[in-house]
């Protein structure tokens, strides 16, 4: 499968690391496009083709990847569409805000022909390997949209989702890397305070956090079932999380992820 990545910033540079990580794309398979050709360099260095001519990099990919801020992709994917076989190339658009309708116009010829469209919102761990992708179908085959999830599946997890709810999946999986990574600071921060190095502190915050995925996700539970087994009757664990509720830890949470909706 050929791949074209447009767009070598934050994210789109982190999607063609994972990609190139996973295995699941060989590095001369994937051509990676970005007007910047210092962005270019660690993919070129990793035996992957690069082009600052983004419409030459869609030629002949089975998946081109648009990766650009949202008041770019207008420009990109009328640029591209020309080239694109609309019977055999699918058109991924990677771009918060961005709807499908208004993809789909720019796609269209004249006659109104267009590639196969989705649209997919993966996380900023896309480059470890850890992402959660959101993947809407908007017009493709059960085919594409499964060659689609199994490239995501290969850096993460994938979701194939509604696009109504692309904004919640925004604040609570993009977003959310950054709430995650407050706590993990906050509980440093706590750390040191009892009496920990920082680094040490920060190393066994994310042991915890590690340790924590792990369990959920191997049992397949509750978080409740998980805290209800390290948390005896006149504890210190449940004195710390009913100090923590006191404080409103978890309708600050929710308010937070509320509020990347402007709720």
């Keep these: 499968m050929k791949i074209a ?10 999607l063609a690391t994972g990609l190139l990580k996973g295995g699941m794309v060989a590095a001369g398979d994937m ?6 050709a210092a962005a270019l360099e660690p993919f070129a260095a990793a035996g992957a083709h690069t082009t ?15 990766v650009v801020k949202p008041w770019i992709v207008e420009r990109v994917v009328r640029q591209v569409r020309p080239t694109m076989d ?14 499908s309708a208004d993809i789909l116009t720019w796609a269209a010829d004249s006659q109104g022909n267009a590639p196969s469209v989705l649209l997919a919102i993966p996380n900023i ?23 689609v999830c199994a490239l995501f599946d290969s850096v993460g ?7 109504r709810l692309l904004p919640a999946a925004t604040t609570l999986a993009s977003c959310g890397i950054a709430y995650a990574m407050r706590y993990v600071r906050a509980a440093t921060e706590g750390g ?44 210190v664990t449940i004195r710390g999380l009913n100090e923590m509720e006191h404080a409103g830890f978890s309708s600050a949470v929710i308010r937070g992820l509320k509020a990347g909706l402007g709720k």
């Design 157 to 163: 997890r994938t979701l194939v989702t509604e696009e």
């Design 52 to 66: 600052t001519d983004n419409v030459a990099a869609a030629q002949g990919a089975d998946v081109v990847f648009v």
């Design 192 to 235: 040191v305070e009892l009496g920990f190095k920082a680094s040490d502190a920060l190393g066994i915050v994310l042991q915890t956090v590690r340790g924590a995925v792990e369990l959920l996700q191997a049992g397949g539970g509750h978080p409740e079932a998980e805290i209800d087994k390290v948390t005896t009757p006149g504890g």
């Design 5 to 14: 990545v447009i767009g070598a910033g934050a994210m789109g540079g982190s």
């Design 86 to 99: 609309c019977g055999r190339q699918a058109l991924v658009v990677i771009a918060a805000g961005v709807s």
């Design 125 to 147: 761990a896309v480059a470890e390997l850890c992402s959660m992708t959101f993947v809407v179908p908007v017009r493709a085959t059960e085919a594409q949209t499964a060659s």
């Design 31 to 36: 051509t990676v496009a970005d007007p910047t």
